[in-house]
Nanobody, 121 residues
């Protein structure tokens, strides 16, 4: 019923920038928190950044000052602007949204399919 589709990943050199987008679609009534997570090979998935329904962001210490999360509620879309990228940022990036569908009482977490970000020279 709800789909999250990410875009914007790719290969970038160290110090470069990328902008990820994640659009939610389906029978959406309301979206609460949205966020970005990442998983590097051999490591657990970790939170990168989250943003509340009121627009308040939170960041992992490793990306503070380099990444910016934002959202456009009219488009049901969350963005992640990534600057000053480092090789250690290489991972599959997943978006997550807490969505209440039409007629539902609760929010449920939905995940995107993931987009690869590779930082390498």
């Amino acid at each position: 019923q709800v789909q999250l589709v990410e875009s914007g990943g790719g290969l970038v050199q160290p110090g470069g920038s990328l902008r990820l987008s994640c659009a939610a679609s389906g029978a959406i009534f309301e979206i609460n928190a949205m966020g970005w997570y990442r998983q590097a090979p051999g490591k657990q998935r970790e939170v990168v950044a989250t943003i509340t329904s009121g627009g308040s962001p939170n960041y992992a210490d490793s990306v503070k000052g380099r990444f910016t999360i934002s959202r456009d509620d009219a488009k049901n879309t969350v963005y992640l602007q990534m600057n000053s990228l480092k090789p250690e940022d290489t991972a599959v990036y997943y978006c997550n949204s807490a969505v209440r569908t039409s007629g539902a009482f609760y929010y449920y977490n939905h995940w995107g399919q993931g987009t690869q970000v590779t930082v390498s020279s």
